[in-house]
């Protein structure tokens, strides 16, 4: 007699090519951060026609949508992001880069496979819930513009994360690892200046928008010093860019804008640290005779790890086994391993030690104040090369991207029968997330008036969609 758990696996197996479908197609129509209208669609699409009951432009983002099913039992969450990247398209049959349009955006991060791991999980789960074999609750939660760190904060504001018991989640890396991540909080800011033009042969008669923000760029370069180091893997760092520079050379520009990212250990620092980088806006703009405005684009927390969901997560990879790569995807690694000049290694390594590690930033952290939660990590990208890359694009559009992302639903899927069939393991979950969070609750990081940026990427994207 099959179990729930190899009932779930044999689902995923049935119906996988009408999944992989949507990614594929996801894949050859990259949009970028706030502008995937074409992959919320096809998702919706999919989830409307599965019986899934399906709220569209959630938290007042036009892509986000949130999709639930069932009446009765623990409320699982799943995540889905969708989101490609600026400048990364890249033809999947070559192992150098080589767009297959210059300029335009590509699935540099693997979020065709991230759009359907969960939703694949989730109605896998869905089967055993129509065959009344389960009692539980599923919610999928569309969230765009996860490479900008930015809807799930907006939707956590709007109360969309309470009540849920547990949240799975999955990425694409250079390795395979059971959860139990943390990562660091973050903020993203633009400081826009506004001055006034002149000639730039009297150049006393303006006030140049774009000295004050060079000035804020060497500030900031200064305040690197002064912020608070974090623990390895979780650094705290300070970027910033110019943008929006108006004028030539022969007028003194009265527009300027410089962007500016961080990261720390926890959101008490990154309070700490923004304030610093206020300051020195508001310094910058008086000294200059310039005015600032300060655009909040996104606020997380650190993310909360939790070692039960993941021992979970760990014993189904187990059970569902990693990733089986074909040869000709491991000879075409290879070959891009060596015109890389990295060291030549084998794809399907074992898992990483279970213990806990660091992460890149990402806002799937907000989740983790909310109930339990972690992220499976599972190999696609070759070792010794990097996410947000053009070689991501290409294995996500391969054979290694359906290996990889059927390896995460199978295992996400199995994850969550477990936690379902033994209800005390999310209570024992739930009671690490408490002890982790120590009497902190979670506190709102965004103003209530501030609204998602909806026009991010829209001016970039109208020159390469489709």
């Known amino acids: 007699m099959k179990t729930l758990k190899t009932q779930a696996i044999s689902w995923i197996e049935d119906n996988q090519d009408k999944l992989m479908d949507i990614s594929w197609k996801i894949w050859e129509n990259p949009e970028l951060s706030m502008q995937e209208y074409y992959a919320s669609s096809l998702l919706t699409d999919y989830l409307d026609k599965e019986g899934y009951q399906v709220e569209k432009g959630a938290a007042g983002m036009p892509t986000a949508f949130v ?36 300029g335009a955006p590509g699935h540099g991060c693997g ?121 390895p893997g979780g650094e705290t760092t300070l970027n910033y860019t110019f943008a929006d520079i108006g004028g030539g050379p022969n007028v003194v520009p009265d527009r300027a804008t410089l ?50 969901i993941s021992q979970v997560m760990s014993r189904n990879l187990e059970l569902v086994g990693m990733p089986k790569f074909s040869q000709e995807d491991c000879r075409f690694i290879a070959k891009i391993q060596e015109e890389a000049g990295v060291e030549v290694t084998p794809m399907g390594r074992p898992p990483l030690p279970f213990e806990c590690s660091s992460m890149p930033v990402n806002d799937s952290s907000e989740y983790s104040w909310f109930a339990p939660m972690d992220i499976l990590l599972i190999e696609m990208v070759p070792e010794g090369l990097p996410l947000h890359n053009w070689v991501v694009t290409a294995l996500a559009g391969r054979d290694a991207g359906r290996q990889a992302v059927m390896t995460a639903a199978k295992t996400l899927a199995c994850t969550a ?36 940026a909806l026009d991010a990427n829209a001016a970039e994207m109208s020159k390469y969609r489709k």
């Open 67 to 102: 999709a639930e099913y069932g009446d009765e039992g623990p409320v699982i969450g799943f995540n889905c992001e969708y989101d490609a990247l600026p400048g990364l398209s890249q033809d999947k049959n070559c192992a150098y880069p080589e767009s297959l349009q210059k």
């Open 111 to 231: 979020h065709n496979l991230m759009a359907i791991g969960g939703v694949t999980a989730a109605t896998a789960l869905k089967s055993l819930i129509d065959a009344k074999k389960l009692k539980a609750r599923i919610k999928i939660f569309g969230t765009p513009a996860e490479e900008m760190c930015l809807a799930k904060p907006f939707f956590a504001r709007e109360g969309y994360f309470k009540g849920l018991d547990c949240v799975l989640d999955w990425h694409v890396m250079p390795y395979t690892k059971a959860g139990f991540t943390e990562c660091v909080a973050f903020f993203n800011f633009q400081y826009h200046f506004k001055g006034r033009t002149t000639h730039g042969n009297s150049p006393w008669l303006g006030r140049s928008a774009l000295d004050a923000a060079v000035l804020m760029g060497n500030a900031l370069e200064f305040l690197r010093e002064h912020a608070q180091p974090g623990k």
């Open 259 to 308: 962007w500016c990212v961080g990261r720390m250990g926890d959101s008490e620092s990154m309070r700490q640290l923004a304030a610093r980088v206020d300051d020195c806006a508001n310094g910058i703009a008086l000294a200059t005779g310039t005015t600032v405005e300060k655009e909040i684009i996104t606020m997380t927390h650190e993310k909360l790890p939790n070692k039960t």
């Open 417 to 452: 029968v477990e936690l379902v069939e033994n209800p005390q393991l999310i209570e024992e979950a739930k009671e690490e997330l408490r002890q982790r969070q120590g009497g902190r609750p979670y506190e709102v990081l965004l103003d209530p008036k501030l609204k998602p």
